[in-house]
Structure formats: C-alpha cells, structure tokens
C-alpha cells in the first residue's frame, strides 16, 4: 500500500466515511516491513501525524544505519533519530544526508521540516548543565516543522535573568521548560506565560536531587495551572508534544 | 484601573508597544484587591487569558461566599470553584446565580463561557472510581468554555470496549486520559491517538497502587510519544491545560 | 542554686576561668527539678540562652498547666508554648498571665521579651495554607524577642506579588521561607536575598506533594546559595534558629 | 540411593503409602553430593520435578563447569545453566554436548526436553530491548519441555501490533508477557486472555521507569483477572511458572 | 445475542473457523448492556470463561443489587461479589438466592459451581489476621468451582506446623501462600511444592510491615522458583487465577 | 558600569533612596558578561556580599579557566571555585596566583579574605572519611574571610571525644557539623550548643546509609533545636551561609 | 502429654540423647490445644524457654480471655499479653489473678517470675512519648524474670541528663536503647556500653520522622559497635531478646 | 597511663569506688596516641572489653599499616581489620604476624583470643553469595576469642537442608542468621532457637532485593520473637554482638 493511498484513508476515517475497524484490518494485511532487526511501523508515523522516528538507545549502530535507509529508500525525507551514540552517527551511510548533532545526541537523516507556525516554541533551562536535553527538545521540534526560541541558563536563583525574558515568555505558544535540582523553573514560568507549559525534569544534580526526581516531583506539584509534565530527562517527548500543540489548527 | 484598561495593556506588550517591566510596575500599584481574607489576583487571569479560579480545598464556606461574591460585584461572570464541599455550596449567597456539581466538587457562579472551537476536548477514564477526577476535569473545560465527550470507563482490561471509541479518539482534539490502578489508558490513547494527551493518575486502588503513584509512574513511562502528565488527581489541571491547548491559535 | 549565680558560671566557662567538666559536674548536683510528670530542664535555657519552651504536642492539658505553673512560680516570665491544642489553652489557670494564638497553635504565659535588635526577620509564605506554620515560626521569634515582618501569600506562581516585596527581602536580617508544594519560594527568595535563609517545608498539597517531602526536597536543592531547611512543619525551629542568628554580637 | 529409588519414594508419600517424616528422615541420609565447592541438591529437582537447573550468576566458570559435569556424569541428561557469562560458556568442557544461547544467557548442558504438551506458552514482549528476558524465559520453557510461541515488539503504544496477534492470545495455555517502562503489556493481554498470564517487568527504561520498579508495580495492579508477577528480569522464574502451569494432569 | 450462540462463536475463533476481528465485530454490536449505573460487560466473562463478577468496593448497595439482579434474570447463576459490605449484603433482594461470607467480604448470589477437578487448591496462611485475604481466595476458588483445602495459622516461626502438612503441599495442584509482616511462607512452601504457588502479601503486620511492601517485597524475592505474586490482600486475584490453572485442561 | 558604581546603587536600596525596580531596571542594561561559553554574573555576587564562585563540576577544564581569567582581570581577587578536578586544577593559567586544595576539590584564585570577625565558625565531622566535606565548608568559610576551628572525627560513639571539645563548642559563633552514618552528631552538639547550628549529611556508609539520606532525615529530626540542614555533601552551602551568620552586624 | 514430660524430652534433645527428629514426631501427635479459635502452641514455649504470650492486637476481648483462661488451667502461671486493649483488659474473667498495665498496653494473667540474674536491663528512653513502648519492653522483661532499671528522657539533646546515668548504663547487663525522632540514643549509649545493646525505634516525630523510618535507619547505621535493632515500636521483641541475653549461662 | 592502670581504674568505676566524671577526666589527659593520620582511640577497647578494631574501608594502605603498627608496638597482641583490599594485606608491614582472610576482607594482626566459652556461636546463611559476610561475622567472633560453627548454603527452599541442622541450631549459644533476597531465614531459625538470634541482610540478589533492603525489612518483622537485626551486610556488627551475648557472665 502506498503512502498516499494510507493516507486517503486514514483521511476517511476522520471524515467518517470508513470505519475505524475496516482501516485496522486492511492495515494489518501488510502492517509494517519486517527487515528481520526490526519492525518499521509505518503506521504510528501516520497514525501520529510525525515524520519517522527512530529511539537510537538500544539499537546498534548497525541496526540503525539499516533502519535510516530502509526509511529513506523507502521516501522518507525526515528521519529523526534519537539517544543516538557519535559511535553511531558516525557509521551511518556516506551516501546518506546526515546531520548530528552532538551535544543532544540527536541524528538527522534528511532535513528539518519547514515551519507551517510563525509563532515559536520557546525551550528554556535552569542552568547549562540542562541543556543536552534542552536540545534534545529543541532539536525535535525543529525537526519536525517548529520554530524554536533558546534561553538557557535563567535559573529562579537569579530571578532577573529570567525577568528579562519576560516577553519572550508571553509571546511563546508554547514553552518547554527544563530544569534539574529543585526544579521550580516551571513555576515561575507557568505563572508568567499564559500558553501550556510542558517540563521536563532532568537528572542535574546530586545528593537528594535523586536522579531528577526532586524536580520531577517539584514540577508536578507546580503552583502554577497549566503545567504538565514529561519523564526525567525527556527532552524529546517534551518537544514531540510541543509541536502537537503547536500546530493545533486554530 | 479597569479591566479593559489592563486588557490593553497587556495586549500592548504583546505588540512590543511596552515593555513588561512597564507593565509590571503599573500593574503594582493596584495588584489585588484585598478583602483581608484573601487577596484577589485579578493579575493571575488575565496573564492567563483565563475566567477567576477558586481553590476551594483550603477555605471556609464564608470565605469563599465572600470571595465569590466580591468577584461577581466585580463584573466577573465565569467563576470556578474546585474542590468545593456539599457544605460550602450550600452556604454561597442565594442571590448568585450558582449551580453546584456534587460529583466532582466543582462550583459555578454564573455560566459556563461558550466554546469558541467546534472541536472537541475528549475525557476517558479506566474506570468508574474515575469519574469524579473526570469530572473536574471535563467541567473545568467546559466552564472555560471548550466541547467536552465523555468516554468512561474503558480500560485496558477490556480493550474492546476502548477500541469501539477509536474514532472519538482519532477526531478528538486534546485527550484527557485519566485512570487509577496500572495507569495503562494513557499509552494505548498516546498509540492511537494523533493529538495531545494529558495523563492524568487517580488514586483509585488499593496496595501497591500507592495511593496514585503507580498509576503516575506509569504514565510518565508511557511508550507512546506526546503524553505529558499531571498530578494525582488533578482533574482542574488536566481540565486547564487541555483547554489552553484547545484554544491554540492556528 | 539560683539562676543569676547559674548564669555567672557559666560566663566563666565562656571567659575559660572555670573548665566546662567542672560547670558540668556542679549543674549535675541539681540538674533538673523533678516534678515527677516531667523534669524541668533549666539547663536547656541556660545552654541555649532562650526562654523556657514548652512542646505541646504530646503533652496533657494538666501536664502543661503544671509544668507552665512550676516554671512561673520559678520566675520565669517568658514562657513560650508550642503544639498546644485549644483545650489545653483553655485549661491553663486562669491566674497565670496567658496568651494563645490559635492559628499557630501557641501559648504564651508571661510576656514578650523586648526586642535587643532593631532590623527584623522576615517570614513569608508561599500560600495562605501555610500560615499556621508561619505563625508558629514568626510567634516564636517575636515571643523570644525579636521583630517580624510577615509576607504571606507570595508563591511563585504570581511571581509579581513575590518581587512586590522586594525591598522586604534586602533588608532583611534573616528570612523563613515557608512554602508546601513544589517549595520553590526558598530558591526565588534565596536568589535574592544576600542573609540567611531558614526554608520550612510544610506538608500543604495532595498527591505527589507526599506530605511535604516533596517540598522539602525541592528546597534542599535550592540552586541559591545560603538556604538551609528544617523538618517539615517545623516552624518554631526555624523561628528559634533564626532568633540565634538574629541576635548574633556584630 | 539411586535415583529410581528416590522416585519410588517419593510417589509413596503422593500415595499416603510412607509419611513425609520418614522420607525426609531417609532422605537425610545422603541428602545432596558434596563435590566441596557446592552442594549438588538432587532434592530439589526431584521435589519439583524438573531437570537441574544451575544459578550461574554466582558461580565461578570452573564452578559451573564441575557442577555440570559432576550432573552430566550421574544422569542428567538436560542440564540448564541461567545467568551464563559468555565467559562461563566457553569454559565449559569440550566434552559434554553444550548449547550457549548468549541473548538470554542461557546455556543447556544435554538436550532439551521433548514436550508432553501439544499446545503452547506465549511469550510476549513490549519492545526489542526486553528480548533477553524474555529469551530467558522462554528458553526455560523449551528445555523443560514445553512448546513456546514468541510474539516480541508488541507494545500497547501501537496496540494493532498486538492485537493482529489476538488469535494467538486466545488459543495459548500461558502466557508470559514481558515489559519495562510502564508495563501495560500485561494489563492489555490479562484482558484479551482466558489463561493464567505471568507478568515479568523489566528493567528497561529510564528515569522514572526506577529500573523495573515501575514495571513491577503496574503489572500488580494489573486491572486484568488473572495475571501474576515475578522479580524484575526474572525470565527464569515466569519461564518455570509457566512449564508447571503447562504441564498440569487435567 | 444468546449466551449460547456467544459461546459457540468464541468456541469457532479457537478453532480458527472465524477470526478474532469477525468475532470482534459482532460482538461490539451489543457490548454491553448498559442499565444506566453500569455497563455490563458480558464478554468478560465469555473471554475469560468465568461465571459473572462484581468488584463491591465502589459501588453502593443500590447499584450492587441491580446489577445482580439483572444479572440474575439475564440467566446467571453464579454470580460473585468482592469487597462487599455487610451494609450491601442486607440491601441485596431478598428474593434472589444469596449467601454472605463476611469474614471474606464475599457475596454469592445463586450457588457455586460444580467442581470439574478432584484435586484441590490448597490455602495456607502464615497467621490468623491473614484469614480474611484467605477467605476471600478460598471462597473465590470454590463458587468458580474448585476443591479448597485450607491450613491456617502456619507461619514459618513454627516451622513444625507447616511441616505438619507436608503432605497437603505435596499433592496440592495449585497453592496460594498468604502472609504478611516477613512473608516468609511464600518461600518455604515453594521449596517443600512441585505445583504453581501464588503469593499474597497482606498488609498484616506494623512499623516497617508497611502495610504489606515488606512481605511483597518478600515474596518477590522468593529463592524458591515457581513463584508468582498478586497485589497485596489480593485475595480474589490468587483465588481467580489458581481456578485457570487448576482447570488447565492436560 | 563599575564596581563601586554598582555597590553605591545598591546601598541607596538599602536606604530606600531609590526603589529596587530602578535598580532592577538600570542593572539589566549590562546584566552579565557574556563570554560566549557563560553569562559572567556579576550581579550574584553583588546581591549577596560574596565573591564571585565558580561551581566547577559540570564545566571542562578550559571553561574554568577561562571563567577565572576574565573574573580575575575583571579586578577580582578572590575566586573560589568548587568541585573542582585535579585535572582542572592542572590546566589554569601559571599566570594566575592560584592555590588547589585536593582534599576539599576546592581551588582559590587570587587570596583569601582577611575575617572581619575575630570569633570563628567550629567545623566538626563525625568520622574520618567525613573530612572531604569539612574542608569545603572549611575553606569556603576561610576563603570569604572568617576565622575557622576543625574538630575532626568526634563522632557519638566516643563521646568523651566530643566532650573534650565542649569549650570550642561553646564558644563558637556557628558550628557546621558534617556527619554520614546515622548522622547524630548533629543533635549531640545543638544540644551543647547555644548559637546556629548548620548540619551537613554525608554519604558515607554503606547498606541503609542510603548514600546519606538516612544522616539527613536523622539531622532533619534532631531533637535539639537550632538546628538547620544542607543538601548531602553541601559542604560549600554550609560553609556560606556559616559566612553570612558570622558576618551579622550585631 | 504433660509439661514436665515435654521438657524432660526436649532437655534429651539438647543432651544428644535423641534426635530431633524423634521429638518432632512425638510432639506432632498433640502440637498443640485446638480450642477453635485458636491454636495454643505449647511449643513455642518450650522451644523458646518462655512463659506463654499472647499478642492481642488482632484478637477480639473474647478470644484474649478464652485464651488465657485455657492457658491458665492448664498450670501457665505467667501469661503475658502484649497490645492488649483496655476493652480487653476489663473482659479478662474476674477470677483469674490479673494485673493490667494500661501504659504499656500489657496485660499479666498469674504473676511475674522470679528474676535468677542478680544484674539489671536498662531500658533508656530520649523522650517522654517513648514511654509506652519502653514500658512494653520493661514489663515484658520483668515478668520473664529479670530487674530492669529504667532511665527516660535522656535524649542526646541535654546530653548531661544521660550522662548523669553513666554508671547506670556501664554497669547494665543488657540496655535497650528506644528513642523516635533522629534515633540518636542508640549510638551514643552503643558508645558508652560494653555490653549488648537492643535500639528501638519509635514511631514519635513528625514530617521526615516517617512514622519511625527514620529513627531505625538512624539506629542501624549507628557508628558505635555492638547495636542490633527491632523493628518500630516493637517493645515486646526488645524485652524478650533482652531476657534472652541476660539469662545466658555463663 | 599505662594500660593495666587504665584497668584498675575502669574496674573502679564498676564497683563505685570512683565516680565516672573522675574517669573521665583523668581518661582525658591522654585521651589517645595522635599519629597525625588518625587518633588511636584506646578508650573504646577499653570501654568496650574488645581487641582494637580497624574498619579498614576508608583507610589508604599506609594508614593501616602505620595503625596496625603503633598497636602493635604499644602492647596489642589482636588487632581486627574489616573491610580490608587485598591491596593493603599486602602492603602490611613483613615483620607483623599477619594473616589475610581473602573471602571474608578480613586481617589479624596478632593471634586470636582464646574462647573462654566452650559453646559456640552459630553462623548460618541462605546461599552460597552470603559467605563473605558470613565469614566477616564469624572471623569477628573467633578472632574475638569464640567458637564458631558454620552452617552455609541452608536457605529455606529447601527446608530440609536446614533442618538437617537442628540440633546445632538448638544447641547454639547466640547465632547469626544471614541471608539476602528474601531474608526468610532469619524467621524460620528464629523460630527453632531458644537463643538470641542476630539476623544480617544481604546485598544478594536482583531487581526488587533492592541491594538487601528486602531482606532487611522481612527480617525486621520476622515473626519470630528473639530476633534483631543489623546493617546490610554488616557481619562484623553481628559477630561483634554475638561475641558480647556470648560472653556474658551468667
């Protein structure tokens, strides 16, 4: 089945014209590609509205440089690759449009989707050591057609630093907040900005900051409304959510 | 300074026309009106583009009849009252126009605002112990002025009865999957679903569901992408930010 | 052995004129009264140079009525009382010089003592649940004299209403930062202040707020410098530290 | 006491013919070959049924050796090794007839078991990074005797994966459903099943997936009928469960 | 849909005469009879192939007894009811068939089925406190239709107790331990057996009992293999899945 | 704007004669240098009296140096930087007058500050292995100019140690009491004493020292008051706000 | 069988004379006096040299009195009842030489034993709430047979009041060291004694006390050698390991 | 003060000759031999009737050899090392007599005490992975002048390995129980003694034995009276009690 044709008729569905249960079993004639290392779903890309993405953690750089190529001979144009090792960034196919970026250890196969929003996405941390999973999210939702505004480093203990962010703070349409230790960054921003907040806690700390469930707990516990809240270190789910809410048609 | 007054203000810094510390300062000459048991935030709502918010956990019936009414004398025609006893709403002024929601401890003075969006936020629950969260959550939206559909009671135990719902997943909005116990619901809507999904854990269940915490674990783990999740039993929350994100400007 | 000559040894000890083992030994000759339901320290005062405190908690109306009484009839007349439940107030003899301050659960039979410093410690709170344990902290330091200036309801989730009292906190000589939730008002206070911070988790919140710890932790990972924390809901600890710390010889 | 006498025994006490207190006492005698560096308990096996089994991830690669060669030399004829390092695996001696399964880190000294049973045990999975455990497990099963059907990669997330295997759900004996993160797999299964499912969580995951914990607690509060669970990882134990389950004279 | 023709369509799907998505299908036609206060599910019970449950504790004595009313006139005959209060147990009709149990918390409305199996399951718990948990499996297991033998009061501080029943270990088909505080039984029954053993922790016990984690915790750990755990005081959960396995057809 | 320039603008603060939004204001024209690898904050150290510090464990050796460097030509003489690596130690410019301390990891650039005050802050460990901690409370205070008394390895259990030292408990003006373990010392010297006491918890031990949570929830509930606590391992925290007490103007 | 009979058997046992696997058996024919509802093991006792105890906490009034009334005519002439009720307390027959300890929940059928050790068990408390639990302790000594000395209120707060009590403890035989809230006593008594030393943690404190946690995580980490611990509250299992110790033949 | 005078004095205070604060004091003229790396402490020996103890885990090579050392010189003739690497036996002084206990990390300078008791102290663990602390607890007490009977590898899986030992169970004069996992052990031995049982988790085990805290907890609340417990893995802790109760004059 081809790409187009899929979504036709995942297209039907919307508008009610098939069932839920037919698409679900003519899908199932040929639901994924099995390349014996792994099973390439097709469907969550479409399912989920996404570009293809591929979580680099526990996969070999093998697997992954067989898996980036099946997608892109496949037509993919947007291969989004995750917790991806340098060791291997560095073994993907010549041949292929790579980009890697190191310090979010996030891989590009292809190029970043052009942005549908003016608007933008602003991602901010606590402190610098935040910020490998601040571009993990940043990164992600750039990737996927967002644009994104960084400030780093305006952690509450220097309350003015993040003031004088204050209006990018109120302009963003949505914002991701990142922080590790006690983990009141979201807060202080859930209070400001007037947009949903997602944070993130990150495992910066030590001692009773637990691996980053102090500022896990902290942020669940936001005084602020409108603040929800991703694993420790999720730089990417936060991103990947971002860019649903921020491409939400009006 | 009256509300539209400050509502143009705040547009202005919008347009960059004033800078926030500006606004700021102005705003502090008249920041709250205080009634000596409270301090009424009219700041908060309108940084928030949000109708008044009561908490009603931590007051006194008399206190949240005085609060309520001060808003209402103030033009305020939308006022929310979470986690508001049986007794509390007996006790609010018989001239309000007030409706009680026994269920999920929600209050409104006034009416409900009416939706700017024809879609839909859409609330499931694992179970019927969820309903009551549910219903903060659903009534929290809808007072805000969002559609809101119900789908209770379709955990995962019985995955049939989630999948007759596939197509109210697939055409929601925002989803708000709200479940005590394992905490399942919210990763298989995340799989099904292609728009944002706020999780949100109940303390439903008894041993080791800890009171919510199992459930919260869980869904923070979900392996599905674009779940973010809330605190336990944090319907307004979930209710608050869907509506947020519901109201996105395209 | 009478309290001036009590106090005039243990001057020595600080002038080195008598060893410590010596003092000691001497106290050890009467070292407490025993009243047989308790033994009155005396040396506890002597040691730590406050008045006489008595903790409630655990303690029976008759218990503390007598302990209060023995301690007057004693000649002290700074008698402070903490945890003490209404009806015990209400049992307390009526010839006795006696205050209670319900919100905060304190007693206290005598006076105030004058303040010796004119700056004063600064108590805030990050939401209104939190002043009963605000009270307890700042009745504390007034009653072992010392002034207070309180600031309640400061979260921040409205961070203008914090930076309102700005002022406040610079010129402060030693601040409680009382806060349950996410706690965060200890590290946006911290930052800007330049004295002491004394932070008190309180066990506000539901869910995650697990009781204050969650609170606590956050506020021992307070990205500012100069914060330490008490037990949770202890704020006649912080109360009493910071009235050292106040009373500091320049 | 040869072991055809053991058995003889043994099925004595099952017939009431001698009393558990004198097998015991006979037993005693020589109740296991000491060869020095362990206890060879041929007890065990004979109690329960099962072939030997040796716990490798204590055992030195000359300890595992002498043991299996000692079994191998008094019968045994299927030996199965658990938690084998490779390193183990190669020193075992050339002369026994050995299979090193380095997935599951399961080596088998002799041949598997031929299975009584027609039907068979399902093992499924969440994801690909469960597969060792899940290899564990089902490679107990297959050594014991048992047929196994592996079903891997089929996480809730993309809930068509698993219920395109529905049929195989429905017709298995057991099942084993393997799952880290949030381990929703076993809730989902519980539901579709009519057979007893042994839940193993994993330790795969990251943050608060608390190495398996999370797992571990909702697959306890599975709100399926019918399921239960093993330790984190414990392939083994669910793979044993399941063979005697299997195995059960109807 | 008759309850009949439901069986014989689920009987075509294991024997692949239909697939599971026809059967899936048709069955979603008429889920679920919904009387308004309840869904009721009756192909839960056609999937799992037990009589009809009821999970008492969050519904009140109304809605207890019209759901097993019509659940009675629908046809069932064995319907059982969970955590349910003497209150509702004086509330049920009094013209339908029904027995209390209420050490157990267990109603029964109609009679308990028939035992297929000579067998027995074998209930043992380690103190008297842990009976109620017991009762709950015991009862569970024999209205599902199963022989139950119970051996109360054996805790392994007596090891000569349990011993005593050595041999009702050992000819048991199924066995479900109970115990709190150390939950001990679990291992040294699962060493003295050559059947599946389920394990209950129940949250007997004080201090660091902690209301059943320790004795889970426990029984989690078990070095005795063919181990598995339900939910603490999950006594219905053991007693349901020991009826699967008991009825294993061979 | 120079250095004086900024200590005159924040003196008139102090003295009310301009308003802290002024200040705010007309700081944020030049917030902090911004050498590209960080934001050089030169208002931290300003708002609370220290000189500048530099946290060393998440920034590479160059990123130290350079850091230094430009503070040092900034016309900074007194740079303390923590957490910092024998190899960042080794890479800092000759051309600095800088001095390592390897046991605390703590490394001064330019000189320590002569004390104001001529009392002296008492810094006491428990044990040995505690002294890392200690000497980074220790040269943290000694470096921001205050005298400092080390009482190494007086831990409870020789209490005769302890009390061997009671004349320096009591005579000094703060006392940092650093202990892993079961963490008591800090109860045993808050009761000698009669000024601030800052407890640090260590993580030294091993089993339920749980990396020091247990010395930190014991040092929480010490029952002597005056007592505050640090995050584990905080020698640094301790030692600064031990600065800002000793340095109280009387 | 009779008592003197048992004995003689069990004083073989440890002569060597028979096996025990001889007098298991023989003991198997009487184990114990089933009276329905409750099995009276007459074994413990002998096993453990004890007198009989009853632990009443999850027994009826009733069941407590049928108990031991049953254990008094059959010539027990000191029964120990732990946990008992005042409700209990006033059922007890009133022709059964009783004594009931309301402080310590301990109730006495028949009368103490003779203490044969001339030396005492000190039983040390830190607080005033610790009392109920060292009385359980101290009774359960006493009516063993042994002189116990108490000391309360010596916790390390006023170290003076314990070492007031130095001899006291250095001349103990075996001390029990309960304390609550930071648990410290342990430690500091551990240091001070050379002879066995049994720490109880209490449940008394609050926030971070944890219901006791964290008193007996304090207790195990104690730095002073020679310290075992029980678990929260467990005054009973103190005082019984107490008279085990102190009645060892020299 | 020679070490025979240090004696007498002690001596003195047992009988009440002289009061403790005179010790004390004159203890504290040379309170312990300072050789700069460490403070040798020849109270505690004193205090507690011990040999000198080493905990090695902190120390350098070169510190135990220069400790040992100096003991050595001044007159002991047992000197214990725990925790101690292979590295640092090495580096022990040649002219020492030294001997290294690989398993257990324990050395002995010196010789071991000879046992004044003829009975024995029992040292039993669960599984083979417990024997290094075994061989710590039982090294401990030899050393400390005890017999010691080793009885390993008897966990409760297999209940009749343990009860194979019976007799040196009741037969015993103290004995330590040590297990990791599930910690069961500890109840059933608790349950056959008559003597005070030391029970000591382990770290052994995966997943939820949470690095021994299972095994502590379930030993914690072992249902057998008798029993108390240590730190994980702290066999020197137990061996060092047993050797106190073992001793103790009858």
Redesign the interface.
């Known amino acids: 089945m081809e790409q187009q044709e899929i979504r036709d008729l995942l297209q039907q569905?919307?508008e009610?014209a098939v069932?839920?249960?037919e698409v679900?079993?003519r899908?199932?004639l040929e639901?994924?590609e099995d390349i014996d290392i792994?099973?390439i779903?097709n469907?969550?890309g479409l399912?989920?509205?996404?570009s293809e993405?591929i979580y680099g953690?526990?996969k070999t750089p093998e697997q992954i440089d067989v898996i980036a190529r099946k997608m892109y001979e496949g037509g993919q144009r947007t291969i989004l690759i995750t917790r991806m090792s340098r060791e291997a960034a560095e073994y993907i196919d010549k041949d292929l449009p790579f980009t890697y970026y190191a310090d979010a250890k996030v891989g590009l196969v292809g190029q970043m989707i052009e942005p549908r929003q003016k608007g933008y996405i602003l991602v901010a941390t606590?402190?610098?050591?935040d910020i490998p999973v601040a571009e993990e999210a940043a990164l992600t939702a750039e990737i996927l057609g967002n644009n994104v505004k960084r400030v780093y480093?305006v952690?509450?203990?220097?309350?003015?630093?993040l003031?004088?962010h204050?209006?990018d703070i109120?302009?963003a349409?949505v914002i991701i907040a990142i922080a590790g230790?006690?983990?009141?960054l979201?807060?202080?921003i859930?209070?400001?900005?007037?947009?949903?907040v997602?944070a993130v806690?990150t495992?910066?700390?030590?001692?009773?900051?637990?691996?980053?469930?102090?500022?896990?707990?902290?942020?669940?516990?936001?005084?602020?409304?409108?603040?929800?809240?991703?694993?420790?270190?999720?730089g990417?789910?936060?991103g990947?959510?971002a860019h649903?809410?921020?491409n939400?048609?009006?």
Do not use: W
Request: proline residues 3%; neutral net charge; contains cysteine.
């Open positions: 569905v919307k009610g069932s839920t249960e679900l079993m899908l199932k639901p994924f792994a099973k779903d469907h969550r399912r989920q509205g996404a993405i953690a526990s606590g402190g610098t050591s480093d952690g509450v203990a220097g309350i003015h630093r003031l004088a204050t209006e109120m302009n349409r230790m006690e983990g009141a979201a807060s202080v859930g209070g400001l900005a007037d947009c949903p997602i806690p495992s910066v700390g030590y001692g009773t900051a637990l691996g980053g469930v102090t500022a896990l707990l902290s942020m669940l516990n936001s005084c602020a409304s409108g603040v929800s809240v991703v694993n420790i270190d999720n990417f789910g936060a990947y959510q649903l809410i921020n939400m048609e009006g």
